[in-house]
């Protein structure tokens, strides 16, 4: 089973073809939340971005297969992939969401989303909760609950 729901993920991203910087505390970003080779100043296409997404879409779907032991719905895994795109691969094989969700507790899983909410402030240290964050990852937890 493959990520379908590409489009939530779209949605929570947003495209942009010049690089930028989510927030002060982020890395550069470009297309639809490509981290990986995305530099100030960078310009790219519409069908580069695609092939960004394609090629980002591949990492959290092996995430997924590599780290997820118990039966997902095909709303569960698109969930779980579009959390997996923001945060990352190893921040989600340390999270409370896979190890809920590896001992079958879905419901602990999806609340566990809500958890995700925060970035890091670099000249604090401290968690911040961010409105956008907080949104998707409710958007995340009824989609996964669906």
């Known amino acids: 089973m493959r990520i379908k729901n590409v489009e939530a993920i779209k949605e929570h991203e947003e495209l942009r073809l010049t690089s930028y910087l989510p927030t002060k505390n982020d890395v550069w970003t470009i297309g639809w939340g490509h981290t990986k ?14 092939q960004f997404l ?3 879409l591949a990492w959290v779907e092996d995430t997924i297969d590599s780290l997820v032991k118990v039966p997902l719905t095909q709303n569960q895994r698109d969930a779980i992939g579009s959390l997996i795109f923001n945060i990352g691969a190893g921040a989600f ?5 896979l190890r809920k969700v590896n001992s079958g507790d879905y419901k602990g899983a999806a609340d566990a989303f809500l958890m995700w909410d925060k970035q890091r402030d670099r000249q604090t240290g401290k968690m911040i909760p961010l409105r956008g964050l907080t949104i998707r990852r409710k958007k995340e937890r009824d989609l996964f609950n669906d």
């Open 93 to 97: 094989s340390k999270s409370t969401v």
């Open 54 to 56: 394609r090629e980002d």
């Open 37 to 50: 080779n995305a530099k100030p100043n960078m310009t790219i296409t519409v069908a580069q971005a695609e």
